[in-house]
C-alpha cells in the first residue's frame, strides 16, 4: 500500500480564519461561531483503517465529510460514499 500521510488537525487559528467570512455574512463575531465548530467534522477514520463497510481508501472530492470506502470482493474502480458519521469499527 502507498505511503498514507497523517490526517492534518484543524487548529483553533485555522477555525477561526474559516470562520470570519461566515461570521461577517451573519452579521456576528467569528469567535462565536468558532465555539460551535463540531470535532465530527474531522474524519473519525484514517485513509488505509478498515471499517465494517470495507476498506477506506480515500477521502471523497465530490461530497463533504465522507470516505471512499472499497468493499471487499469488488472492482478496484469500485467505491461506497460512506459518511463520517456512518462509518462504524471493524
Do not use: W
Not at 478496484?76 to 462504524?88: G, H, Q, S
Amino acid at each position: 500500500m502507498n505511503h498514507i500521510p497523517p490526517r492534518p488537525t484543524a487548529t483553533r487559528e485555522m477555525i477561526l480564519e474559516c470562520c470570519k467570512p461566515i461570521a461577517e455574512k451573519l452579521e456576528t463575531d467569528a469567535e462565536t461561531l468558532a465555539q460551535y465548530y463540531s470535532r465530527h467534522m474531522e474524519p473519525p477514520f484514517a485513509i488505509g483503517d478498515s471499517i465494517k463497510q470495507g476498506l477506506i481508501t480515500g477521502i471523497s472530492d465530490y461530497t463533504p465529510a465522507c470516505f471512499e470506502v472499497k468493499l471487499e470482493g469488488q472492482s478496484e474502480t469500485t467505491r461506497l460514499i460512506i459518511k463520517f458519521e456512518d462509518a462504524k469499527a471493524a
